[in-house]
T-cell receptor, first 112, second 115 residues
């Protein structure tokens, strides 16, 4: 069966510090991978998606970036965090584009 | 511009009664709709979905209804149980590929089941 791992579960970072969140998927090959963010009082906002190694599409302009160095690995990064980057970050995968997503357990990021 | 709208931020229902969560969408390219359930500090879990070729899909206590002409869908939970207390997200997608590859989510409705 397929599983998705996301870490860390919680993170507290000062403004201006770098960020790296990692997500891996097991039990499937060539998954579609996604990063979503849930900010306080808001819905789930799609940040990035990837249909293959090295292929990244950005949905929202921001100071975050994403990379997919391996087939089942998806990384969310920032060189300098802003206060507005605080939120609950979720990695997800799907087998078929536009269909059911399976989410990781999320990372609660607090930028202070 | 919010393409998927859940206009009720919260809903309180007595245990054993029916919970009805509503969702409206504006993008006529959407043809696949899903409901997710989310507990605090956890990722959303898939509940039920419906394709635009259907107007109803049922799975145990959960039923989703789709009204394409009104661009409206609803999730019915019968009977409501304490474990149903969570945030419910409505999501939509143009599976034919008319937009972003990810699902578009609403802001969620916090369902509270009262004993």
């Amino acid at each position: 069966s397929q599983t998705i791992h996301q870490w860390p579960a919680t993170l507290v970072q000062p403004v201006g510090s770098p960020l790296s969140l990692e997500c891996t998927v097991e039990g499937t090959s060539n998954p579609n991978l996604y990063w979503y963010r849930q900010a306080a009082g808001r819905g789930l906002q799609l940040l990035f998606y990837s249909v293959g190694i090295g292929q990244i599409s950005s949905e929202v302009p921001q100071n975050l970036s994403a990379s997919r160095p391996q087939d089942r690995q998806f990384i969310l990064s920032s060189k300098k965090l802003l206060l507005s980057d605080s939120g609950f970050y979720l990695c997800a995968w799907s087998a078929i584009r536009g269909e059911k997503l399976f989410f990781g357990s999320g990372t609660q990021l607090s930028v202070l | 511009d919010q393409q998927v709208k859940q206009n009720s931020p919260s809903l309180s229902v007595q245990e054993g009664r029916i919970s009805i969560l509503n969702c409206d969408y504006t993008n006529s390219m959407f043809d696949y709709f899903l409901w997710y359930k989310k507990y605090p500090a956890e990722g959303p879990t898939f509940l039920i979905s419906i394709s635009s070729i259907k107007d109803k899909n049922e799975d145990g206590r959960f039923t989703v209804f789709l009204n394409k002409s009104a661009k409206h869908l609803s999730l019915h939970i019968v009977p409501s149980q304490p474990g149903d207390s969570a945030v419910y997200f409505c999501a939509a997608s143009p599976t034919s590929g008319g937009g972003a590859d990810g699902l578009t989510f609403g802001k969620g409705t916090h369902l509270i089941i009262q004993p």
